[in-house]
């Protein structure tokens, strides 16, 4: 089973960039879909940005046009590029992986936005 660790999160201003990492162990090929989520305080988890074994991705409307998911199966990783951020980004973010007999999740990394 994949294992995920995710780093790079922390505190920035509005309008500023932040780049999330997430590492793999294991059999990445495992996972048909890689991607972040967040969750805010009071709010459901939902899903940020993912990418499928040949890196397609597909974004939230929120954060389309600001954010980028890359995945590098040679490398394990998957990480998410956060641009012109805003307040409501602020949450918890989550690296996981979807395969066909389970579903994990990294231990999660805070991201805090300034206004």
């Known amino acids: 089973q994949v294992q995920l660790v995710e780093s790079g999160g922390g505190l920035v201003q509005a309008g500023g960039s932040l780049r999330l990492s997430c590492a793999a162990s294991?059999?990445?090929?495992?996972?048909?879909?890689m991607g972040w989520f967040r969750q805010a305080p009071g709010k459901q988890r939902e899903a940020v940005a993912t990418?499928?074994?040949?890196?397609?991705?597909n974004y939230a409307d929120s954060v389309k046009g600001r954010f980028t998911i890359s995945r590098d199966n040679t490398k394990k990783t998957v990480s998410l590029q956060m641009n012109s951020l805003k307040p409501e980004d602020t949450a918890v973010y989550y690296c996981?992986?979807?395969?066909?007999?389970?579903?994990?999740w990294g231990q999660g990394i805070q991201v805090t936005v300034s206004s």
């Open positions: 294991g059999n990445i090929f495992s996972c048909y879909t």
């Open positions: 990418s499928g074994t040949d890196g397609s991705p």
């Open positions: 996981n992986c979807r395969a066909d007999l389970y579903v994990t």
